[in-house]
């Protein structure tokens, strides 16, 4: 029962976790696995790091495959302990773990934040929002810039916070998706090209990129799908997709963000400004018609379709195979 709960989890299960999220997003209250995870990498990386290449590839190595594995196996033991009390409280428990691996309302409401504080004309306030969907410098940005950012960070998050969450817990329930998710951690923290982690992470990257190569692609199917029922454009989302993706710096980035583009008849991408530092970044997408705030409120609604379609559609592939 315990591998029932753990390493399956029913479709049901996985739309209870659904509208647990959509209902409550992250609450501050929560103790979110992403934060141990976090807490873990970097307790690690400071016995680890040594400056040194050659050693700090194997140990960044180290690293990565452990916490991957002591995420994946603490969600496990977790749920078989809840399993061997009840079944009902395993399916709980897996419920309750599921759900903090899904980012959809979280996502939707920074994007929602920075919209607002746009269509209230109140740039600082908008800017003050932008840390929670982006890296670059809010502060390098005006309002066009703001409304593009959002939006590429919708799409981007589509797949890392939605769809590949979602995928990893239909093929392998709740230790699936929490060890994809200490995959996306290591990238985020570690997975850098900068002369600290230019090595130390480089495993933590190599694996992120496949754990997303899937996941990406299907992402950029899901919004092209959800660009024809909202506005349309799915094959002008499929088009721009198919000649902009392999742009982008990332294997799989390029692919949710230039279906987007496509989407919306917008132009992503470009330069940007981190820490000071201008970064140029591939363009994806064509300026078909003015940038408004209304991009961002059409960027969310493809999101939300997107996520449903994903969800559907995984649903539907479980049924046949079974």
Same mark, same amino acid.
């Given at each position: 029962?315990?591998?029932?709960?753990?390493?399956?989890?029913?479709?049901?299960?996985?739309?209870?976790?659904?509208?647990?999220?959509?209902?409550?997003?992250?609450?501050?209250?929560?103790?979110?696995?992403?934060?141990?995870?976090?807490?873990?990498?970097?307790?690690?990386?400071?016995?680890?790091?040594?400056?040194?290449?050659?050693?700090?590839?194997? *140990?960044? !190595?180290?690293?990565?495959? +452990?916490?991957?594995? =002591?995420?994946?196996? /603490?969600? $496990?033991?977790?749920?078989? #302990?809840?399993?061997?009390?009840?079944?009902?409280?395993?399916?709980?428990?897996?419920?309750?773990?599921?759900?903090?691996?899904?980012?959809?309302?979280?996502?939707?409401?920074?994007?929602?934040?920075?919209?607002?504080?746009?269509?209230?004309?109140?740039?600082?306030?908008?800017?003050?929002?932008?840390?929670?969907l982006v890296g670059r410098?809010?502060?390098?940005?005006?309002?066009?810039?703001?409304?593009?950012?959002?939006?590429?960070?919708?799409?981007?998050?589509?797949?890392?916070?939605?769809?590949?969450?979602?995928?990893?817990?239909?093929?392998?329930?709740?230790?699936?998706?929490?060890?994809?998710?200490?995959?996306?951690?290591?990238?985020?923290?570690?997975?850098?090209?900068?002369? *600290?982690? !230019?090595?130390?992470?480089? +495993?933590?990257?190599? =694996?992120?990129?496949? /754990?997303? $190569?899937?996941?990406?692609? #299907?992402?950029?199917?899901?919004?092209?799908?959800?660009?024809?029922?909202?506005?349309?454009?799915?094959?002008?989302?499929?088009?721009?997709?198919?000649?902009?993706?392999?742009?982008?710096?990332?294997?799989?980035?390029?692919?949710?963000?230039?279906?987007?583009?496509?989407?919306?008849?917008?132009?992503?991408?470009?330069?940007?400004?981190?820490?000071?530092?201008?970064?140029?970044?591939?363009?994806?997408?064509?300026?078909?018609?003015?940038?408004?705030?209304?991009?961002?409120?059409?960027?969310?609604?493809i999101f939300k379709i997107?996520?449903?379609?994903?969800?559907?559609?995984?649903?539907?592939?479980?049924?046949?195979?079974?």
């Amino acid at each position: 029962m315990a591998m029932t709960h753990a390493l399956h989890l029913s479709t049901a299960l996985i739309a209870a976790a659904i509208l647990l999220d959509c209902s409550l997003g992250d609450p501050a209250w929560l103790p979110h696995p992403v934060r141990i995870i976090g807490a873990a990498i970097s307790r690690g990386e400071t016995v680890l790091h040594t400056g040194d290449p050659r050693r700090d590839l194997g *140990r960044g !190595a180290i690293l990565t495959v +452990a916490i991957v594995a =002591l995420s994946a196996t /603490a969600a $496990w033991a977790l749920v078989a #302990l809840c399993d061997r009390l009840h079944p009902a409280v395993g399916a709980l428990a897996a419920i309750a773990i599921a759900w903090t691996t899904l980012a959809l309302r979280s996502l939707d409401r920074a994007a929602a934040e920075v919209q607002d504080a746009l269509l209230r004309r109140d740039d600082g306030a908008a800017r003050r929002a932008m840390p929670a969907l982006v890296g670059r410098d809010p502060s390098c940005l005006d309002r066009e810039g703001m409304v593009r950012a959002a939006v590429e960070s919708v799409a981007e998050n589509s797949s890392d916070g939605v769809v590949a969450p979602l995928l990893f817990l239909f093929i392998a329930g709740p230790a699936g998706a929490i060890a994809y998710k200490a995959v996306n951690t290591l990238d985020s923290m570690i997975g850098h090209r900068d002369a *600290r982690y !230019a090595y130390f992470g480089k +495993a933590a990257a190599r =694996l992120d990129d496949a /754990a997303n $190569w899937i996941p990406a692609r #299907l992402t950029a199917v899901c919004i092209a799908a959800a660009s024809e029922l909202w506005l349309g454009r799915g094959r002008q989302a499929l088009a721009i997709c198919g000649r902009d993706a392999r742009k982008h710096e990332s294997p799989n980035a390029g692919y949710p963000e230039a279906a987007m583009a496509g989407g919306l008849g917008m132009r992503l991408g470009g330069p940007a400004i981190y820490e000071g530092e201008k970064i140029e970044h591939a363009t994806l997408g064509d300026s078909e018609c003015p940038v408004t705030i209304d991009d961002i409120a059409s960027a969310r609604m493809i999101f939300k379709i997107a996520a449903a379609i994903a969800f559907a559609s995984f649903a539907a592939f479980r049924m046949i195979l079974t």
